[in-house]
């Protein structure tokens, strides 16, 4: 008998628009904000410094299927601002693509 795991998906999506008029399309995830019902997080996280918050507590908590839902470039942006262990910091450089793999040759 095999087993299927289900993972989190995201139950929608939304648009931040940042100070220097960039724009980021961020997934909506229930839980990552603890207090805010599911429905109001999409009106929330449209505000950068909500957006930034809530990137930097899926960074600091989220498991890596939450984490590729996020456009790349933002969270590498979060990254620098991010409190986390050290191994969790290297391993998320790494799956961003920011640091190259420490088991490649020279």
Not at 32 to 60: C, F, M, N, W
Not at 78 to 96: A, E, K, V, Y
Request: aromatic share 8%; charged share 25%; net charge positive.
């Amino acid at each position: 008998m095999t087993r299927g795991y289900r993972f989190t998906r995201p139950i929608g999506r939304t648009i931040c628009t940042l100070k220097t008029g960039h724009t980021v399309n961020l997934p909506i995830f229930p839980g990552i904000l603890k207090h805010p019902h599911p429905s109001e997080i999409g009106s929330l996280i449209q505000d950068e410094d909500v957006a930034r918050k809530y990137t930097r507590l899926a960074l600091e908590k989220a498991c890596w299927q939450v984490l590729r839902e996020f456009p790349r470039p933002w969270l590498a942006a979060c990254l620098d601002d991010t409190p986390m262990r050290t191994g969790r910091r290297r391993s998320l450089r790494f799956l961003l693509g920011l640091d190259p793999s420490p088991f490649q040759s020279a």
